[in-house]
């Protein structure tokens, strides 16, 4: 996977978890599901921001927001559904068409002095490389968002490589035994734009342990894994 993204989401999330206290997961948040949600526009932000604009990066010559650091909400963050929310009253700045149906709730991060709720984005049931970080204080508060959505997707989800196919090519890339089987997913980066892809795994301790085949090509994508010093 693209290192520079993978260091920046992580970067952000790591700043965040320095900066505030701690929010818990309790109960009384909005629903997923919900009425129609107002759209923020950067100028309610700037203005939720105490008139200060925030602190924005955008992905490599593009217009989509990758990370956020600043107040960007006035909704207080309790839960996951009220994170939800809040991304719902950003979808329109980050180009999310449909975030109930999109996006999945996969973990909160609680920190010694922050708190991260994590939604993992899917395509036609199909798990992406997309992810949203929605990060608050200790009062709910939002401070930072970490994003790499992918928008604009509309492709064949039906593999023209087979998961084995994929795991022979992704073998000459990485040494080790495969972890588990290879799974289906669209992966996107600035090179490469989305493609359905294997993700496909090593247990090794060597770079490259995680590749991604192009399901359709057999091309190889990306790899990643730990860097050797």
Not at 58 to 69: A, C, N, V
Not at 107 to 128: I, M, R
Not at 147 to 176: F, H, R, V
Not at 216 to 227: A, F, H, Q, W
């Amino acid at each position: 996977m693209n290192r520079k993204i993978i260091t920046l989401t992580a970067a952000v999330i790591a700043a965040g978890l320095a900066v505030c206290s701690c929010s818990s997961d309790s109960g009384s948040g909005k629903s997923s599901a919900k009425e129609t949600v107002s759209q923020l526009s950067m100028d309610d932000i700037k203005g939720i921001n105490g008139g200060a604009e925030p602190e924005i990066q955008y992905y490599y010559g593009t217009e989509t927001i990758s990370t956020l650091q600043g107040k960007y909400s006035d909704t207080k963050v309790k839960d996951k559904d009220d994170a939800l929310y809040v991304i719902k009253e950003l979808s329109g700045l980050l180009n999310i068409k449909d975030p109930d149906t999109e996006l999945r709730f996969s973990t909160h991060n609680p920190g010694a002095k922050s708190s991260a709720y994590v939604f993992d984005q899917f395509y036609k049931e199909l798990p992406t490389s997309g992810r949203i970080s929605v990060i608050v204080d200790n009062e709910g508060n939002t401070f930072a968002l970490s994003n790499s959505y992918i928008s604009g997707l509309d492709m064949d989800t039906e593999p023209s490589l087979s998961a084995e196919a994929a795991a022979e090519k992704a073998k000459n890339k990485a040494k080790g035994e495969l972890k588990g089987e290879p799974e289906l997913m669209v992966y996107s980066d600035v090179e490469n734009g989305a493609k359905l892809a294997w993700h496909v795994s090593f247990r090794s301790s060597s770079y490259p342990n995680e590749v991604w085949v192009d399901a359709m090509s057999g091309g190889i994508l990306s790899e990643d894994g730990p860097i050797d010093d």
